[in-house]
């Protein structure tokens, strides 16, 4: 389930075009927390860092609707190095999990635990 919490929102991010990645590792955090502390940490973590990088998101799209869209010149990249840093810490959480070990996220807003 671990491996699940992680590989969740990079799934869920594909599916809802970028708006619900913390939807997965909710999911299972409020379905698993009691079972396993590892699953409740690795969910937690999970979305507390996919939690962060949505606000980051929602305030870069805030700041290109401001700018009349000329702010869509530096948000594009944002956006791109936000995906790639999604889908590379998650695979590195999933990674961790695979061996059984705990992923501490990075930049993440400790919300769940």
Known sequence: MMMIAHLSAPAAMLLSAGWLPFLGPLLVWLFYKDRSPAVRTAAAGAFNFNI???IVS????ISVFLTLFIGLIWA???WIVLFVVQLWVHIKGAVKA???E???YPFQIRILS
């Open 76 to 78: 594009i990249p944002i």
């Open 102 to 104: 705990v992923y501490d």
């Open 52 to 54: 962060s990088l949505t």
């Open 98 to 100: 695979s061996h059984g």
């Open 58 to 61: 929602v305030l870069t799209w």
